[in-house]
C-alpha cells in the first residue's frame, strides 16, 4: 500500500538531497538509453562520467566548462529567484562577446596591463545592455520576456555571424568566418602551463561571492526574495518592481556577457560563429539544479560542465553525437523537477496492519 | 502581365507552404494552453516529430506511416511534459525548456544515422489544375494534403472551443480549474489530453519541415519556428483564427526574405534571417502594449498548478 500525504513544511535536507537523487536517476536513465542503442551501459557511462576527469588535463578542462556555466547561472539565479524567466542568456552571452570582441580588435595594436580589464568590462555592459531589451520591453509594454529574450538568441547569433563573414573578418584569413587572434595583452592570463585553465575562474569565484552577499545580505535580495515568493506580498510592502526587474535582467545580463567575454578572451582567442556551446540554455539547468543557491550552483556547474566533456569523450570512443550531452541535461531537469514532488508530498509505504489480515 | 500575376500566385501559395509548420504547432499549442497549461517544449516537440516522421520514412518507405509516427512520437515527448506537470506537479516554464533541450539532443542522437539521405517525392494534390489556371492555380491547388488540413484546423479549433461541449470544458478548465473541478470535471484529465493533443500537432508540425517543406533530415532543423509558434499564440490573443493569420504574416516575411537573399539586395544576409525575429518582438510588444487585451483574452490560469486535495 502506498499512501501520498501532503507536508506540512518542506524539510531542508530533502532540499538539497534531491538534485543528488536527480543526478543518480540520470545516470540511471542514461544507462538505459546506451543500453538500447547497443552499448555495455557501465562501460558507457565509465567512458560519459569518469574517463573525461580521470587526469589533471581533464580536470582542467572541467573547470574550464564549469567556469561560464557557474557564472551566468549565478546571474540566472537573481531572475528566476524574482520570477523574471529571463532564458536568452546565450544571446546576452554572444552580444558580450561581440562588444568584448570589438574592443579587442579595436585595442589590436595596443599593450598594456589596462587593455584585459577594458575588454572584460565592455563585454559585461554588452550582456547587460543586451538583457535590458526583454526587461524593459516587460515592465513598459507589458511583453512577454520569455519570448523576447529567446528570439534575441536569434539575433544575436546572427549579429555575431555576420560581422565574422563581414566586416571584422580577418584580412589575412583567406574568407575563413573568423576575427583574427587577439593580441597577447587581450587574452586571459593562463593559469598553469600546458592545461588551459584561465584567470576567468576568479571573475566566476568573486561574482558567486558577491552574489551571495547581494541576495542574502541586502535590502535588494530581500526584495528579490520575496517578489519570487509572492507579488501580491512585494507590492503590498511598496517594492519598486518595475526597478527589481530591470535590475535583476542587468545582474544576469551582465554575468553572462563576462562569460561571453572570458570564453573569447580565454580558450577561444578569437571571434568566430560558435562562441558558445550553448553554455547560455546549459546554465538554466545548473541554476536549477543549484537551487538557485551561490554555493549549490558551483557544484551543480561542475556536474553539468561534465556532461559536456563526457559527450566529447563518449564522441570519440563510444561514436555517439555530442548531442548527448544535452540529452542528459534535459534528463537532469526533468528529474530534478519530478523529485520536488517529494518536497511537497511524503510517499508513505504502508504495510498491511495486523487487523486487516 | 498574366505571367507576373501568376508569379505573385505562386509567391502567395510558397508563404501558405511556409506558414503551414506555424499554423499546426500553434492551434495544437493554442488548445493546450487554453487548458491553462504553458507548454515551452513546443520546439523539442517539431524536432522530434521532424525526425521521427523522416527515420520512419526511409526505414518503412512509406509516407503514410511516417506521418502518424511523427505525431505519435509527438505525442509520446508529450507525455513527458504531462506526468511531470500533472501528476507530479512541477513548474511549466522549466519543465517546458528541459522538453525542448531533451528533444534537440534526443533528436539529433537519433538522426545521426539519418543525415544527408535524400528524401521522398511527397504527393501533392491538383497538380494540373495548379499549371492550368493562372494565378489561382498556385494559390489553392498543388500542396500536400497536410497544408490543406493545417488552413482548415484553425476553423475546426475555433468551431471546437466555441461550439462544443468539450472545448467548453477545455475553456472552463484553463479559466477556473477549481470551479471546473467543483463542477465534477476531472481536471487532470482534460489538461493530460490537451497536452497529447498539442504534443501531437507539434510532432505532424515537424514532420511537415522533414517529409514536405525541406525534405531531408538537417539537426536543428526547427530552427527556432517552435519558438514563433509559441509567440502566435499570444500574437492571436489565444484566437484560432488569428493564429492563422499570424501565421501567413511569418510564412510572408519568411519568404521575402529569402527572395530578397536571391535578388541579391544589398542588405546583409543575416539582418534578412533575423528579421521573422526582429518582427516577433516588436509584434509582440504591439500587441502585449495593451495589458487589459491580454488579461481578458489570457486562460486566467495559465501556467498555474492545480492540485486537488484528495
Redesign the interface.
Known sequence: MIRVE?RNDVSRSIYFLTPVLAIFLTLFGGGIIFFILGFNPIEALKFFFITPISDLYGLSELLVKATPLCLIAIGLSFCFKSNN?N?GAEGQLIFGGIVGGGVALLFYNHDGFYVLPIIILSGAIGGMLFAMIPAI?KTY????E???S???V??AK??L??LV??PWSNPEGFNFPETRQFSESARMPILFDGIRIHAGIFITLISVFLSWLILYKTYLGFQIKVSGLSLKTAKYAGFKGKTMIIIVFMISGACAGLAGVGEITGPIGQLHRNISPDYG??A??VA?LGRLNPIGIIFASLIVALTYLGAETAQIFLQ??K?????????I??FL??S??LL?FKIKFLGLKKNEL | MSFDLNFIGILIGAIMASSVPLILAASGELITERSGVLN?GVEGMMIIGAISGFALMVVTDNLFFAVIGSMLSGLIISV?FG??TQS????H???G???T??????S??IG?NFVGIPGKEFPLLFVNLKESIPFLGPIFFGHSIILYFAFGLPFLTNYFLKKTKTGLIIRAVGDSPTSASNQGINVTLVRYSCILYGGAMCGLAGAYLSLIYTPQWI?NMTG?RG?IA??LV?FATWSPIKVLIGALIFGGITILQLHMQAVGLRI????L??LP??M??IV??VI??D?RK?KLNTPTSLGQIFYK?K
Open positions: 501532503k524567466w532564458i520591453l509594454f507589458n511583453t512577454n520569455i519570448l523576447v529567446l528570439m534575441l536569434y539575433v546572427l549579429l555571424d555576420f563573414v563581414g540554455f546549459t538554466i539547468i536549477f555517439v553525437p548531442y548527448t550531452g544535452q540529452v542528459f541535461q534535459g534528463m531537469l526533468f523537477l519530478g520536488d514532488y511537497f | 515551452l513527458i506526468l511531470l507530479l506537479l512541477t513548474n516554464v522549466a519543465t525548456l528541459a522538453l533541450i531533451f528533444g534537440i539532443g534526443m539529433a542522437m545521426k539537426e527556432g519558438w509559441l509567440a499570444v546583409p544576409v543575416q539582418l534571417s533575423a525575429y526582429i516577433t518582438i509582440l510588444v502585449s502594449r495589458s491580454i486535495e
